[in-house]
């Protein structure tokens, strides 16, 4: 069963998480984690859903750039729900974080096209700004799956990184 938060539900666990960056505390504590099975709480496949993750992986990110990193790979610390996670493009153009190994690592340029061959890498590259959420849709594959599916993208810049969360209709 999906629990699908409002955003005014939500506005506690990112006070708590910011609260946590500004006394310069790691993000290891429960209300900074996203919303996957180990944090208790559920997030469901849609544009709101997405929102909150990507604000949560802002935080993290924020917070301890490598260990953000880390637990988006790892799909750990509430970063992965069923169809939603977090990906990281550093300044070089290549992958910092993402769930797929066949994906991390790459150069986004080269590996980030669609089936139609949409380079939407490229957009993410050129239009990501800090502060600022982009949409960008793109047909991808599900992570456990092959067919293209329309995905909607939220991506932001937070230091070196563009860090983005998507979800699929």
Known sequence: MNIHHSTKSRLPRLAAALI??????LLRAPAARACGDETGSTCGNDADDARYMLEQAVAAVQADEPQALKWF???SHGFRTEDLYV???GPDHVMAAHP?????????????IDANGYHFADEMLKGAQEGVVSNITYLWPRLD?????VK????????????AVG???
């Not at 946590?20 to 505390?25: E, F, K, N, Q």
């Not at 799956?145 to 599916?149: I, N």
């Not at 909607?152 to 860090?163: E, L, N, P, S």
């Open 87 to 89: 990906y990281c493009i």
């Open 167 to 169: 979800y699929y209709e």
């Open 73 to 75: 790979t790892e799909q």
């Open 20 to 25: 946590i960056i500004a006394s310069g505390m």
């Open 100 to 112: 797929d190994p066949k994906i991390n690592g790459t150069d986004v340029t080269k590996t980030l």
């Open 152 to 163: 909607h993208t939220m991506y932001t810049k937070v230091r070196d990184q563009i860090c």
């Open 145 to 149: 799956g092959y067919r293209p599916s």
